[in-house]
Every structure is written in C-alpha cells, then in structure tokens.
C-alpha cells in the first residue's frame, strides 16, 4: 500500500468495524447514521479511506459510544494483532518493573531510616 495507515489509525477502524458488527450495523446504515456514504464505510474498513477526527465524532455518535472508545489499542506497534505473546510480555514487563519499585523502596527506606537516626540524634 503506497499510503500505509498507522498503527492509531488501524486501531480506530478496526474498533469501529468491530463495534459496528457487533452492534449489528450495517456500513449502510451507519453511513445514514453519521453523513457519509457506505463506499466511504466500505473503503476506510479496508483502510483505504482514513476518516478525519470529525468524521470519527460523528461515527462515534453513530455507533452510541464514546469518542475514546474508538482509540482503544489492539494492535503493537507493528500492526499485529495483541495476542497471548504480548500478554506474556506485558506481565514480565509488570513484574520487572515491579521489582525495581520494590529495591527503590528498600534503598529509600533504609537510607531514611540512617538520616532519621542522625536527625534525632541531633535533637
């Protein structure tokens, strides 16, 4: 594809495809709905066209959800579908980061504890 949509842009149509079969909506008729025409539908599911931030409000509206709703992320950054795999990293991701905040917390803890001895010590 000469104009390749970006991993952002192929979360929001694949979030409204997906909203709009679920809902049981046909292209046609969100088309009505938000003031396009269905080939317009057609051709962005097939990331052909790329709606503009406007036209997302308005589909939005259509489809009765929420703006943001349409942003959620279902792809990784190269365009594959999330699957187990990335879960998989998410949670060693998580429990790495977790580890770090847990040593941060020890070293803060005890160096606290070294200057709060001395402070009282003062008093």
């Given at each position: 594809?000469?104009?390749?949509?970006?991993?952002?842009?192929?979360?929001?149509?694949?979030n409204i495809?997906?909203?709009?079969?679920?809902?049981g909506i046909?292209?046609?008729?969100?088309?009505?709905?938000?003031?396009?025409?269905?080939?317009?539908?057609?051709?962005?599911?097939?990331?052909k066209n790329i709606p503009k931030l406007s036209t997302i409000e308005r589909i939005a509206e259509a489809l009765d959800v929420p703006v943001?709703?349409?942003?959620?992320?279902?792809?990784?950054?190269?365009?594959?579908?999330?699957?187990?795999?990335?879960s998989e990293k998410e949670r060693q991701e998580d429990a790495r980061k977790q580890k770090i905040r847990e040593q941060l917390k020890s070293e803060l803890l005890s160096r606290m504890g070294?200057?709060?001895d001395d402070v009282l010590q003062m008093i």
């Open positions: 594809m000469e104009n390749e949509p970006s991993h952002l842009e192929k979360t929001v149509i694949d495809r997906k909203i709009r079969q679920e809902k046909s292209q046609l008729r969100l088309s009505i709905f938000c003031g396009t025409s269905a080939s317009y539908i057609g051709l962005m599911e097939t990331y943001l709703e349409l942003f959620k992320g279902q792809y990784d950054k190269k365009g594959n579908k999330e699957g187990a795999d990335v070294k200057n709060l």
